[in-house]
């Protein structure tokens, strides 16, 4: 079991702490954001199997609580020193304490931005307008060029009078569908779960990276659809005339980054990398090769004799 516990460890460590950063240098992501975000979400998909399954290891160690649950495990339980049986129980302890501690974090952080997004909704039902089309918008009255969506059944997406104003017909209807790309590929999901799990594990080069990295992934997938409903133009003109100011918490918008990076989403745009389409089958099979890869080292961890 020692040997077993030592993988996983070393497993963690490589999926937590080197598999991230090397990615974040990686310079193929912006040509290719919607694989990128699956391997993305495939890493720390990976992480989380691993630190569950170790933290199991820990608890199941004789004579951790969960040592009788497992029954390939009671034949560990002679031999066993009264000293060693102490150490046991209180790395067990400590390290369910830790999960314990993290998971509630997580969920902490989610509830959080939950009730924000849930009171930002909240705010806008009461100064916004339903316009008979498109069925999907509402409109607040604002001079800024503002849009963005959240993810909610009916009119998720919000819109401001000035941007009707400052976008022409073709430009609007590109970050409408900007929008809806978020809204169809639950974009807030992904970065929702990015962001429990920095909170819940500040410890993870992985974490740290992915969420930055995913924030910007998720805007360039979102342009590329708008890329090839609408041209590169319209997608590109309106970008330029969005207001980039930072959006409630919980949503999405097509404006809604640094200047610096509004920018380099245009040079992308403009240099002709803005129509990748999202990964088809086989790369996503490919690309979740690291969460198989966990699961699997998982099941024969839980299922090795100690």
Do not use: N
């Not at 160690?61 to 009264?82: K, N």
């Amino acid at each position: 079991m020692t040997m077993i516990v030592a993988g996983l460890v070393v497993a963690l460590y490589l999926i937590s702490q080197w598999a991230g950063p090397v990615l974040a240098r990686a310079t193929w992501p912006s040509r290719r954001p919607a694989t990128a975000v699956v391997l993305w979400v495939s890493l720390l998909a990976a992480m989380a199997v691993v630190l569950l399954t170790l933290t199991l290891m820990i608890l199941a160690w004789p004579p951790g609580p969960l040592h009788r649950w497992f029954e390939h495990l009671r034949s560990c339980m002679p031999g066993h020193t009264h000293v060693g049986e102490l150490a046991a129980l209180a790395v067990a302890v400590v390290g369910g304490g830790w999960l314990l501690l993290a998971a509630w974090r997580g969920m902490t952080r989610v509830s959080r931005t939950v009730t924000e997004r849930r009171r930002h909704h909240e705010m806008v039902q009461l100064i916004a307008r339903y316009p008979d089309s498109p069925r999907d918008v509402c409109l607040i009255e604002h001079p800024f060029a503002l849009i963005y969506c959240l993810p909610r059944r009916a009119r998720p997406i919000v819109m401001t009078t000035g941007l009707l104003k400052q976008l022409d017909g073709a430009q609007v209807e590109a970050v409408l569908e900007h929008e809806r790309c978020h809204l169809q590929h639950r974009h807030h999901l992904v970065l929702a779960v990015a962001d429990a799990m920095r909170t819940a594990l500040p410890w993870s080069a992985t974490v740290k990276h992915a969420v930055t990295e995913l924030s910007t992934l998720v805007e360039m997938v979102a342009d590329d659809a708008a890329v090839r409903r609408c041209g590169v133009a319209p997608v590109v003109d309106a970008l330029h005339r969005l207001t980039p100011v930072t959006g409630p918490t919980g949503s999405l918008g097509a404006g809604d980054e640094s200047g610096r990076r509004m920018k380099q989403r245009i040079a992308r745009l403009e240099a002709g990398r803005g129509q990748a389409r999202h990964p088809g089958p086989r790369a996503v099979l490919l690309l979740s090769l690291a969460t198989l890869s966990g699961v699997l080292l998982a099941a024969v961890a839980l299922h090795l004799p100690c």
